[in-house]
């Protein structure tokens, strides 16, 4: 057996500090509620587990090969983060009648196909296959693993984030607070974006 444990701390740490996904989980709870994030949370943990299994299947051989790839989709990444946060920024904050954020909403689809253009997300998958998948006969059993246990580790660790946004939408309270912490995250995204672009 591969070491789980080891692994599941990788997961946790990876899963839980600040990124391009935490950060969106978080601005939508705030806008929407924590189920309003739910997507989000389901397709950013989806996407990333998708993301450990490609390389572990020989995706990020591939990758690594291909500097032009690479570089294509660090660009695409950096577009994409800052088109979020340029929406997250400019859009109003107008309610509906019922006193919900009417603003626009990412979905499932969107939080996971942001994972297989973040090369953040490459670049920690490439490490989980290289240091905790044996090579060998049981390789495919352990990417196969090492995916649904990060998928099970980091659902409950951007659940968090969620549930952060929802109480941080609480104590806002006022429309006003609220526009100001969604367009500070909107300025934490970008700069997280641009980050990615450092040697």
């Known amino acids: 057996m591969i070491e789980l444990l080891p692994f599941a701390l990788f997961a946790f740490v990876a899963s839980?500090?600040?990124?391009?996904?935490?950060?969106?989980?978080?601005?939508?709870?705030?806008?929407?509620g924590v189920m309003g994030a739910l997507p989000i949370v389901l397709g950013g943990c989806a996407g990333a587990a998708l993301v450990v299994l490609a390389v572990g299947l020989g995706v990020g051989d591939a990758m690594a090969s291909h500097t032009t790839l690479h570089k294509a989709m660090k660009g695409l990444g950096v577009l994409w983060l800052g088109y979020l946060a340029w929406q997250m920024y400019s859009r109003p904050e107008t309610e509906d009648v019922s006193g919900q954020?009417?603003?626009?909403r990412m979905g499932f689809w969107a939080a996971a196909g942001?994972?297989?253009?973040?090369?953040?997300?490459?670049?920690m998958a490439v490490a989980v296959i290289s240091v905790f998948a044996r090579p060998g006969a049981q390789r495919w059993h352990d990417v196969a693993l090492l995916s649904l246990v990060f998928f099970v580790i980091s659902l409950p660790c951007l659940c968090t984030w969620a549930l952060l946004g929802g109480g941080a939408a609480?104590?806002?309270?006022?429309?006003?607070?609220?526009?100001?912490?969604?367009?500070?995250?909107?300025?934490?995204l970008l700069l997280s974006a641009l980050a990615t672009l450092l040697p």
């Open 170 to 188: 609480t104590l806002l309270g006022s429309r006003t607070r609220r526009v100001r912490v969604n367009r500070s995250l909107a300025v934490l």
């Open 16 to 32: 839980i500090t600040p990124g391009p996904t935490n950060v969106l989980v978080l601005s939508h709870s705030v806008r929407f």
């Open 114 to 123: 942001l994972q297989l253009i973040n090369p953040k997300a490459w670049m």
């Open 101 to 104: 954020s009417a603003a626009p």
